[in-house]
C-alpha cells in the first residue's frame, strides 16, 4: 500500500529520494493529504518514464524541492541526467555518444 511506503519514507527521513513519475506523483498526492509531514528532501530524481510538465511542478510544489530528470535505457544504463540548475541534460559522454537525428533521419549539427 502507497500509504506504508510514505509512512516509511517519514520515519527513514532521506535527503533524496529517486522513482518514476507516476509513482513520485502518488507519493505527491498522499504527502498533500497529510501524510508524510516530517519529509523534508533536498533532491528528487525522476526516471524510467517521461516527467511531464504537470507532474514536475505538482511533485516539485509538494515537497518543495526541485526534481533531476534522468534519461536512459535498460540495454546502456543512464545516458544523460538534468542540471538542478537548469532545465538542460547533460549526456554521460565518457561513456555513451549519442548522435542526434532529425525528423528525415539526418544528423543534427552539434552547434544547434
Known amino acids: 500500500m502507497l500509504e506504508n511506503i510514505i509512512k516509511e519514507i517519514d520515519e527513514f527521513q ?5 522513482s518514476d513519475p507516476a509513482m513520485l506523483q502518488k507519493l505527491a498526492f498522499l504527502k498533500n ?3 508524510g509531514k516530517n519529509i523534508s528532501l533536498t533532491c528528487i530524481s525522476s526516471g ?9 511542478t505538482y511533485v516539485e510544489n509538494s515537497f518543495n524541492t526541485k526534481i533531476m530528470d534522468t534519461y ?10 538534468q542540471c538542478i540548475k537548469e532545465n538542460y541534460y547533460h549526456v554521460h559522454s565518457d561513456f ?17
Open 33 to 35: 493529504n497529510g501524510y
Open 48 to 56: 524510467g518514464a517521461m516527467l511531464d510538465s504537470y507532474t514536475r
Open 96 to 112: 555513451v555518444f549519442l548522435e542526434f537525428l532529425d525528423d528525415k533521419n539526418k544528423p543534427v549539427p552539434s552547434d544547434t
Open 72 to 81: 536512459g535505457t535498460t540495454e546502456v544504463g543512464p545516458l544523460a541526467f
Open 14 to 18: 532521506p535527503e533524496f529520494l529517486a
